[in-house]
């Protein structure tokens, strides 16, 4: 089992900044593959970003590219934690983010995922 608690949400203006944090605990966290994914109101759970455990990023991590370029995912395997640095947000960068982990491989895929945080609400403002 994997616990993973997020923190850093809340209201910001558009082109602002915020991180987001997620503390895992439970099983090995260095081994595992640990993402983002945010769902807006009335819409799907999207992939936001991914990386694994050594940092590198292959053909199903890296970021989403509708936040290519203002976001950017890092881990500290010796906290068990991941973040998520949101730069340059945009109202339509508001939703619930949540952290996300799994073994094995990447995966752009929510189901993919077997263990999710309680989730972290964004809000950005025009």
């Known amino acids: 089992q994997v616990q993973l608690v997020e923190s850093g949400g809340g209201l910001v203006q558009a082109g602002g900044s915020l991180r987001l944090s997620c503390a895992a605990s439970?099983?090995?966290?260095?081994?595992?593959?640990m993402g983002w994914f945010r769902q807006a109101p009335g819409k799907e759970r999207e992939f936001v970003a991914a990386i694994t455990w050594s940092g590198w990023s292959d053909s199903v991590t890296g970021t989403a590219d509708s936040v290519k370029g203002r976001f950017t995912i890092s881990r500290d395997n010796a906290k068990n934690t991941v973040y998520l640095q949101m730069n340059s947000l945009k109202p339509e960068d508001t939703a619930v983010y949540y952290c996300v982990a799994k073994s094995g491989s990447g995966s752009y895929a929510a189901n993919d995922y077997d263990y999710w945080g309680q989730g972290t609400q964004v809000t950005v403002s025009s």
């Open positions: 439970g099983r090995t966290f260095s081994r595992t593959v």
